[in-house]
């Protein structure tokens, strides 16, 4: 079956401008997060969103959003990009989040280089 | 709160070599502990998990174990290949709370 998939995989923006990552779920999964990737901070949770419901939130400025739609594919947003935002941004799926066997699915990332 | 602690990488190794990655967790109650493997220009994907205590988990070779006592959960491979070269990443897990915790990833790098 199809795996997560993750849309732009690159992208480059300037300092201020916003910008909307995408995606899309295994086929059943219903639960979707999102991480941060950074070379200094490793991952860093962003978001969880099961049945368009954001069941928790990291440690991030509201300059980080997110949303999920009725077949479960995922959006976050970032607006007003800082340097700092540049990172390589994973979504990762499940069946349901909240188990204590909870395996992720990644997908391969969406790479951003704010300029 | 909760953390994760993984050796500082990189880890060099000979191929056939024995591996020990060292995590060590910090946490308020009992959550599942899990290896993450991610390969260059990939995602993670799960290596190998344990949900509790004295549990072993193992896959590809890879084994490690929930030490309750210690905190710590381990990664080992009695023989290295250079296809295992990889970010690993240590992580807990607990149910309800919808997030994983991640170490900060330790990469190995298996020379022929």
């Known amino acids: 079956k199809a795996g997560v998939t993750q849309t732009p995989r690159y992208l480059i923006k300037t300092r201020g401008q916003q910008v909307t990552l995408s995606c899309s779920p295994i086929?059943?999964?219903?639960?979707v997060s999102w991480y941060q990737q950074t070379p200094g901070q490793g991952l860093q949770f962003l978001f969880e969103?099961?049945?368009?419901?954001?069941?928790n939130k990291g440690n991030f400025p509201g300059r980080f959003s997110g949303r999920q739609f009725s077949n479960s594919r995922s959006e976050m947003n970032v607006s007003t990009l800082e340097l700092g935002d540049s990172a390589l941004y994973l979504c990762?799926?499940?069946?349901?989040?909240?188990?204590?066997?909870?395996?992720?699915?990644f997908g391969a990332g969406s790479r951003l280089t704010v300029l | 709160g909760d953390s994760v602690t993984q050796m500082e990488g990189p880890v060099t190794l000979s191929e056939e070599a024995f591996l020990t990655i060292n995590c060590t967790y910090t946490?308020?109650?009992?959550?599942?502990l899990f290896w993450y493997v991610q390969y260059p220009g990939e995602g993670l994907q799960l290596l190998l998990k344990?949900?509790?205590?004295?549990d072993k988990g193992s896959n590809k070779g890879f084994e490690a174990t929930y030490r309750k006592e210690t905190t710590s959960f381990h990664l080992e491979k009695g023989s290295v290949q250079v296809s295992d070269s990889a970010v690993y990443f240590c992580?807990?897990?607990?149910?309800?709370?919808?997030?994983?915790?991640f170490g900060t990833g330790t990469r190995l790098k298996v020379l022929a």
């Open positions: 086929s059943g999964h219903r639960s």
């Open positions: 344990a949900t509790k205590a004295d």
């Open positions: 992580a807990l897990f607990y149910s309800g709370t919808y997030k994983y915790i």
């Open positions: 946490a308020t109650g009992y959550p599942s």
């Open positions: 990762a799926s499940s069946l349901d989040g909240s188990s204590g066997a909870n395996v992720l699915t």
């Open positions: 969103y099961f049945s368009e419901t954001q069941r």
